[in-house]
């Protein structure tokens, strides 16, 4: 009897009338199969909103902001590395969030991510992107600059789901002091890889303010562990829940107004300014 993975790739070589790389199903097409992706394969979101497959291999993908312009098109510049602007809505309480197209826009040499000014309507506007293809390790070097509105999560993460997920987030309530339920600092985590069981997590002091200058936000993701950096300097380390499972690169701003975590809504707009983004995926250097 075949396996799934037999069946998903007979199902491929049967509709394919091209090369590999030229394939294009539809989100459902594999999933009527049981499989969500074919292993060895990385699945890519094509700009028509199909999915297309790809040969996976060691890759980087190096994204300088630093030559934009505002009024030039972050969605179509995004597009051409292979990077998507988020519209999900997550219903997370005690207040719901929207990742909104025009949250991500162009500074002067900068991405901005915006999370909007709460107005009271249940949703909060918020900004992400990710990137189209996963990969099983690698490393991610972020260059930003921290909002100075309060009530705010900035998050670099490596994510499949709540079990395959790597952590490196600031909040901006609690960059400096401590509220009653979160420590100052930035957070490192491995979610647990079980439902239910322990992540890692560790709060690491910040050497400098976030909010006065740019600086270099990076986790490594190996086999054996993950490893966290400020400015190139390692500052946290797990080997435990490491992930196994081939993931996304996503970078965020966001609110819930959770008073044990975001804190917030926020009553100004925040802007988060991203200067580069270089993604190693598949390895680390």
Not at 24 to 36: A, R
Not at 179 to 188: D, H, K, L, R
Request: proline share 7%; net charge neutral.
């Amino acid at each position: 009897m075949l396996s799934k993975l037999a069946l998903a790739l007979l199902a491929v070589s049967q509709t394919l009338a091209g090369p590999l790389d030229a394939y294009v199903y539809k989100p459902g097409d594999l999933k009527n199969l049981g499989i969500e992706r074919i292993p060895g394969l990385a699945p890519r979101t094509a700009f028509n909103g199909t999915v297309s497959l790809a040969p996976r291999a060691p890759s980087r993908t190096f994204i300088d902001f630093s030559g934009k312009r505002p009024g030039e098109n972050a969605v179509d510049f995004l597009n051409q590395y292979n990077f998507r602007v988020s519209t999900d809505t997550i219903a997370a309480p005690p207040i719901t969030r929207k990742f909104f197209t025009e949250n991500v826009y162009f500074g002067q040499g900068v991405l901005n991510l915006r999370v909007s000014a709460y107005n009271g309507n249940g949703v909060i506007g918020s900004a992400q992107i990710h990137s189209r293809s996963y990969s099983r390790y690698g490393s991610f070097r972020v260059v930003s600059r921290s909002s100075r509105q309060g009530g705010v999560c900035e998050g670099n993460f490596f994510y499949l789901n709540d079990n395959q997920e790597v952590d490196w987030e600031m909040l901006t309530s609690t960059i400096d002091r401590s509220s009653a339920c979160v420590p100052a600092g930035i957070w490192a985590t491995n979610q647990a890889t079980t439902p239910g069981g322990q992540k890692n997590s560790a709060v690491v002091p910040l050497p400098w303010d976030p909010r006065a200058g740019f600086h270099e936000y990076r986790v490594d993701w190996t086999a054996q562990a993950t490893t966290f950096y400020l400015d190139g300097v390692q500052k946290a380390r797990f080997t435990t829940n490491v992930p196994t499972a081939e993931l996304l690169f996503i970078t965020e701003a966001w609110s819930s107004g959770d008073p044990c975590w975001s804190n917030g809504p926020p009553t100004g707009d925040s802007v988060t300014e991203i200067r580069s983004i270089d993604l190693y995926q598949g390895y680390v250097p």
